[in-house]
C-alpha cells in the first residue's frame, strides 16, 4: 500500500532534527536535493551492464553514477555500451545520455574492494549487486550498512555460510524499509503471476507432482592465458567455479526450482539425486557438474522432480509443469500457460498478449516504488531459501546422499578464499595435470 512521503519518512526514519530527509536518498539527505535517483552499478559484466540499461530505461528519473567491477576492462566494456545506447524520459523524448549515465573516471573503481568505494558514495540511493554469486552476500551487507535500496542478482550465495548472512542481513534491511528486489524475475512475469495466484485459489487442486527443468547448452568459458595468476584465472572464468558461481544448478537452475517453491508455498524438507561430469570434462570447466537429476520432498510428502543439464546438440527445455488433485498445468511458456482439469476442461488459459519483459518489470516496480517513497519490496528472504535449496540439490548430486534442509542450512563449508588479492590461492586448486578436484558421490563430504 502507497505511502505519502511524510508516512514513508516517519515510517522509515529518515527525520533528523525535524528536517524532512529526502525519501529517495535515504539517511542523511535534505528534500531540497533534486529527485534523480542515482545508482552505483557493482559487477559490470553482461548481466550487470543488462540490469543497469533496464534501470535506466523506466520512467523514472534514473542516472548511473558510480560503477565499480574487478577488472577495469569489464567495466570500460560496460561503460562504452551503456553510453552507445539511447534513453528516453517519462515522456517518451530521448534525452541525452550524459543525463543517464554520469560515471567520470573517479567514480569508476577497480579491484576487490572497488564495491565499497561506490557503495559508500552518498548520493547514491540504488545500488545494483551483479557480481558473480559469490560475492553477494559481503556486497549486500555492505550496501545494507549504507542504507541503500538494492536489485541483486540471483543466486545470492553459493554456500550455506553466505546463504545465513544474506537472510541475516535482510532482516536488517527490512528494519530500514529499504526495497530489495532480486533478479528471480518470473515474481515479476505477468502469466506466472496469473497461474499461480489461481493454483494458490485451489484452481487445481493441491499440488501432489510436479517437474521443472533447465535442460540447454554450455554457456561461455575462458580459456587460462598467460601470466594469469590462479585467482585471475578463476575469476575470469568464474563460472566454474563453486565459489564463484555455485554450479549450474545455483546459479542458472534456481529459476525453475525457486518456481517449484513458490507454487509449493515452502521449502524441501530433503532432496536426493544424481548428477556428474559426463561431457564438459576438460581442464577449462573448473569443477562444476554438467547434470544434475533430483526429487525435491516438500514438508507434505510431494516430490517434485528437477533436471538441469548442459550439453550440446540435445533435446531443450526451460519450463515448469504441475499436477494437482483436481487438474494440472503443463507448461509456463506465454500462451500454452493453461490449467486445465481431468476431463479435458480449460480453468485458464493465459492471453500474453500485451506482457512486459519481466526483466524489464522489475526495474519498473522497483524505481517506482523509490520514487514515490514507498516500501514495497523485500525478496531477499525468498531469493536465499531457493538459492539454499539449490546448494542443498548441489549437496545431493555431489555427495550421493539424501540432503536434509536442516543439516545442509547450518553447514559451516565455506566456500570463499581465505584472502583476496591477485597473488592469492583459491581454496580449490588444479593438479599437476592441470585439472581441478571434482566431486565424487559416495566419497564428498558436503555437510
Known sequence: MEQNRRDFLKASGLFAGGAMLNPVRGYGFNSAVDETIKVAL???????????????????????????????DRLDESYKNLTAKKYKNAAGTVVDTKLKVDVPEDRKFVGFDAFKKAIALKDVDVVILATPPGFRPSHFEEAVKNNKHIFMEKPVATDAPGIRKVLEVAEEAKKKKLNVVVGLQRHYQANYLAAIKRIHDGAIGDIVGGQVYWVGSSPWMKERQPNQTEMEYQMRNWYYFNWLCGDHISEQHVHNIDVANWVKKGYPVSIQGTGGRTVRTGKAYGEIFDHHTLDLVYADGTTISSQCRQFEGTWNK???????????????????????????????????????????????????????????????????????????????????KMIKWDEAFNSDINLFP?????????????GPDGLYPVAVPGKTQVI
Not at 514507498?374 to 536465499?384: H, L, R, S, V
Request: hydrophobic share 35%.
Open 42 to 72: 557493482i559487477g559490470c559484466g553482461g548481466r550487470g551492464t543488462g540490469a543497469a540499461a533496464q534501470a535506466l530505461s523506466t520512467t523514472q528519473n534514473v542516472q548511473i553514477v558510480a560503477m565499480a567491477d574487478a577488472f577495469k
Open 318 to 400: 526451460v519450463d515448469e509443469a504441475f499436477v494437482g488433485t483436481k487438474g494440472r498445468i503443463d507448461s509456463f511458456d506465454g500462451k500454452k500457460t493453461i490449467l486445465k482439469d481431468y476431463k479435458g476442461g480449460v480453468i485458464y488459459q493465459h492471453d500474453d498478449k500485451g506482457d512486459k519483459n519481466p526483466y524489464q518489470v522489475e526495474h519498473d516496480e522497483l524505481f517506482a516504488a523509490i520514487a514515490k517513497g514507498e516500501y514495497k519490496f523485500a525478496d531477499a528472504e525468498n531469493g536465499a531459501k531457493s538459492t539454499m535449496t539449490a546448494i542443498m540439490g548441489r549437496m545431493a548430486t555431489y555427495s550421493g
Open 418 to 430: 581465505d584472502k583476496l588479492a591477485w597473488d592469492a590461492s583459491p581454496k580449490i586448486l588444479p
